[in-house]
């Protein structure tokens, strides 16, 4: 795919995140492609849409090992695949919900105000809430609980409130209605990778071994509740 036609932080927003003030994110309708990978529990087994639970988020880690996702059954059908516009007017794709009640969607579960995410045996203020939080003041919704950011898993990831501007980029997942499979297959949003690996280098190193954050994810990619994956989750 044409990189160009995939999203880019901005200088100004680099130079920010550096700063550690407010990430500026520059935003396309188009995904990115990667690899076509097959979402298993914690023991190998294949994940069935139907069969996931709707209380609490997956955390598996896509595109990389160390860049955490969120997948969450939806008390409901979300949108189709579509696009929406940020804040500042700048146009983004988001997936659709897949599986047979079109429920299932997933996002990167990584803050777009400075990069919060839920640590691999740690802690997290990004969480997803089925029953009504605090902070956002509705059922259905994912909290930044660092800044106090919600987002919308029903509605392409897009800022509900909070210091977050902008939206969660999404997962685009593929679903095998003959076994109900699920398979992630791209990204959508703001391509900040680089600028997430840079910032947390050392603490992921420590959490995956040195240089495996970086392991593309392949055929499988484990997807386990997030009070399995970190230990200490924050509720706002
Ligand atoms: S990192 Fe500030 S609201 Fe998430």
């Known amino acids: 795919m044409d990189r160009r036609n995939f999203i880019k932080v901005c200088g100004a ?7 550690g003030v407010h990430t500026q994110l520059v935003y396309s309708g188009t995904a990115k492609d990667f690899a076509r990978a097959k979402l298993v529990d914690a023991d190998g087994k294949p994940l069935k849409a139907s069969a ?21 059954a939806l008390p409901a059908a979300a949108p189709a695949s579509g696009s929406l516009k940020t804040e500042s007017g700048e146009e983004y794709g988001f997936p659709g919900g ?18 919060a995410h839920p640590e691999k045996g740690g802690s997290t203020e990004m969480s997803y ?7 956002a003041g509705r059922a259905v919704a994912i909290t930044c609980c660092s800044h106090n950011s ?9 800022v509900l ?16 209605a003959a076994t109900d499979e699920i398979y992630a297959t791209g990204m959508y949003g703001a391509d900040f990778l ?10 992921l190193n420590k959490e995956f071994g040195i240089g495996k954050y970086r392991e593309e994810a392949k055929d ?14 924050d509720r706002c």
């Open 52 to 72: 996931l639970s709707k209380d609490e988020a997956y955390v598996f880690g896509y595109p990389f090992a160390g860049t955490p996702a969120f997948l969450i």
């Open 129 to 135: 809430s089925a029953g009504k939080s605090e902070t």
């Open 194 to 203: 680089d600028d997430y690996f840079k910032k947390f280098k050392s603490k």
């Open 13 to 19: 927003g680099a130079a920010a995140l550096a700063a």
């Open 98 to 115: 897949v599986g047979a009640d079109k429920n299932v969607v997933a996002y990167m579960a990584v803050c777009t105000h400075q990069l």
């Open 220 to 233: 499988t990619v484990q997807a386990v509740p997030l009070s399995k994956y970190s230990t200490d989750i």
């Open 150 to 158: 919600v987002f919308d898993p029903a509605d392409g990831g897009r």
């Open 161 to 176: 409130t909070g210091k977050a501007t902008q939206p969660l980029p999404g997962i685009r997942l593929e679903h095998d």
